[in-house]
């Protein structure tokens, strides 16, 4: 099993430029979240999914855009890429029974210049 | 507002000696709380956690943590520490307003570098 894959893992973008980042997974769970990790500031939450169909903002969406038509795709999108949305972005997955517990994908690091 | 304290944003130890990161939490009812490492260019993996029950919980790797409720605290230590424990450590809480709701509030994290 592959787990959390995100794809790509570094991309370069100019202001105004929009892109998707891809998240997939093959765990079967219904959770998924889309993190931006900025220095000494731990995670922020953009989006997260409690399942096909729905979708919900976190602490910080402003500039971002999800879908969820599938249990295993959750891609982010970006629109109008800022120099503020420079990051590094984790995507997670999560069950609704017992363990509580995300499991992360490698991150995708984007730089917008 | 709820949030995740982690205090020192980098913590030096020499290998073999006692690792100690702490983290408190702010919310009126205890929420569940976890502790993921990361280590360079890669994504967050779970060390421990705690739900319920046990207030001491072990996770892998060597390294446990304390629930204290009094205390709002729930601090990561490891008697000894490795070479590869040099990593970046977060905190996280779930229910931080009450309630589960399976989202996560990181602290800021905290660096932890093993000199020999």
């Known amino acids: 099993n592959a787990g959390v894959t995100q794809t790509p893992k570094f991309r370069i973008l100019k202001i105004g430029q929009s892109m998707t980042l891809q998240c997939t997974q093959d765990?079967?769970?219904?959770?998924m979240y889309w993190y931006r990790q900025d220095p000494g500031m731990g995670l922020k939450l953009i989006y997260y999914?409690?399942?096909?169909?729905?979708?919900d903002k976190g602490e910080v969406p402003n500039g971002y855009n999800v879908s969820r038509s599938t249990t295993e795709d959750f891609p982010l999108r970006l629109e109008l890429a800022a120099p503020s949305q420079t990051s590094v972005y984790f995507c997670?997955?999560?069950?609704?029974?017992?363990?509580?517990?995300?499991?992360f994908g490698p991150g995708t690091r984007l730089t917008v210049l | 507002a709820q949030s995740v304290t982690q205090l020192g944003s980098h913590v030096s130890v020499s290998e073999g000696a006692l690792v100690l990161l702490r983290c408190n939490y702010s919310?009126?009812?205890?929420?569940?709380l976890f502790w993921y490492v990361q280590y360079p260019n890669q994504g967050l993996q779970l060390l421990l956690k705690?739900?319920?029950?046990?207030?001491l919980v072990k996770g892998i790797n060597g390294f446990e943590a304390e629930f204290k409720k009094s205390e709002t605290s729930f601090h990561l230590t490891k008697p000894s520490a490795h070479m590869s424990d040099a990593a970046e450590y977060f905190c996280?809480?779930?229910?931080?307003?009450?309630?589960?709701?399976?989202?996560?509030?990181f602290g800021k994290g905290t660096l932890l570098t093993v000199n020999p």
């Open positions: 919310s009126s009812v205890p929420p569940y």
């Open positions: 999914s409690v399942g096909a169909g729905i979708t």
């Open positions: 996280a809480a779930e229910g931080l307003s009450g309630g589960s709701n399976y989202k996560l509030t």
């Open positions: 997670a997955t999560g069950t609704s029974g017992g363990t509580h517990e995300q499991f």
């Open positions: 705690y739900t319920t029950g046990a207030t």
């Open positions: 765990m079967n769970h219904n959770y």
